[in-house]
């Protein structure tokens, strides 16, 4: 969903493109302004997926993407997924280095402006390697887990 963040986004996307990543960015938005539609037309759909269609497209991605809310702290889904399908992440929550999980070969804090991300910048994170979750982080930021203890 849109929810103001659209525009970023696509900006975002060139950037990453020019790294060479392939990116499917799908957003549904609410806006009937025909200037704003056109401006970011090439990541709009009218249609969305499927939870389970969209964990299907997850397993063969290499990055998730994970763009907050302006003023959003806490940790999205994307960011579950990313440690669930052991995938790298890109955000912008700098609230993340204060989790267990974070690591900074698996995360990507994007700075504050789009001028400061550089190819080059990307290209150095993609190329660190990955470091697996331990069993415990998987067992920790498990569904189960969490709604267990939720109370």
Known sequence: ADKGRAPFIHALKSI?????LVCDIRII????NRS???SISDILTTTSL???EYCKKLVS???LLDINQKGQQALTMRVLESIYFSKKLITN?????HYDFYHENNIY??????SEIS????LSFLDKPFVSYSDKTLSDYDFDHWKNNFK
């Not at 938005?29 to 009937?32: L, R």
């Not at 929550?93 to 280095?97: E, M, P, Q, T, V």
């Not at 804090?109 to 789009?114: E, F, M, S």
């Not at 190819?119 to 990307?122: D, G, L, S, T």
Request: aromatic share 6%; charged share 30%.
């Open 16 to 20: 990453l493109e020019k790294a060479g």
């Open 119 to 122: 190819p080059e910048m990307i």
């Open 109 to 114: 804090i994007l700075p504050d402006r789009l």
């Open 36 to 38: 704003y539609l056109h």
């Open 61 to 63: 991605c290499g990055v």
């Open 29 to 32: 938005t609410k806006s009937k």
């Open 93 to 97: 929550n700098k609230d993340i280095i």
């Open 50 to 52: 499927s939870y389970e």
